[in-house]
């Protein structure tokens, strides 16, 4: 069966340090992958895509990036993170078969805090 | 553009009943998805149920069922039995093609013993 990881659980970071959150998956093969965000009582945002390796698609400008190194491993980062950065990052993954029915299926989660 | 609106910020529902979240979505495509997902307290956001836009029958899966109503609009899903451990947020969502799945603002369930 399919499983996925993120790690940290819960991190925080002063304002202007790098980031660097970690994505990965088990028990699949050339997945999509996704990283979200949610802000506290709010539904979730889609910051960046991924259908392969080395291949990413950004849905919201921001000193946010993602890489893709290996096809089962996703990683969102940032070089100087802002206040606005905090929130609860969701990273998922998918397979499709057929285009929209895309069912994601997500990780744990990561919660921000920055300070 | 897709939107999803879910209306309801907050419900109550005593254990063992039978409770329906509702969902009204807006899409121009004629072949999409639709999705409901739980977000229990723990952050996780668990997969319950699926229904495409050319399915002619209701999903079901387990205690949770969707009542697609496609004049309308509208993909509400209702929650047999309601248990302790159906508290939550739920969030409903669509997906016309493409990697973009919209999500709605969600709603929080609580149930009562």
């Known amino acids: 069966s399919q499983t996925i990881h993120q790690w940290p659980a819960t991190l925080v970071q002063p304002v202007g340090s790098p980031l660097s959150l970690e994505c990965t998956v088990e028990?699949?093969?050339?997945?999509?992958l996704y990283w979200y965000r949610q802000a506290a009582g709010r539904g979730l945002q889609l910051l960046f895509y991924s259908v392969g390796i080395g291949q990413i698609s950004s849905e919201v400008p921001q000193n946010l990036s993602a890489s893709r190194p290996q096809d089962r491993q996703f990683i969102l980062s940032s070089k100087k993170l802002l206040l606005s950065d905090s929130g609860f990052y969701l990273c998922?993954?998918?397979?499709?078969?057929?285009?929209?029915?895309?069912?994601?299926?997500f990780g744990p989660g990561t919660r921000l805090t920055v300070l | 553009a897709q939107k999803i609106t879910q209306t309801q910020p907050g419900m109550f529902v005593q254990e063992k009943e039978a409770v329906t979240l509702d969902c009204t979505y807006d899409?121009?495509?004629?072949?999409?998805?639709l999705f409901w997902y739980k977000q229990p307290s723990s952050g996780e956001m668990i997969f319950l149920i699926y229904q495409g836009s050319y399915d002619q029958q209701n999903a079901t899966e387990g205690r949770y069922s969707l009542n697609f109503q496609k004049a309308r609009k509208s993909a509400n899903l209702v929650i047999s039995a309601s248990q302790l451990g159906d508290s939550a947020m739920y969030f409903c969502?669509?997906?016309?093609?493409?990697?973009?799945?919209?999500f709605g603002a969600g709603t929080r369930l609580f149930v009562k013993a």
């Open positions: 998922a993954w998918s397979v499709i078969e057929r285009q929209s029915t895309d069912t994601q299926y």
């Open positions: 028990g699949t093969s050339n997945p999509n």
């Open positions: 969502a669509i997906n016309t093609g493409g990697f973009k799945t919209i």
């Open positions: 899409t121009s495509d004629p072949s999409y998805g």
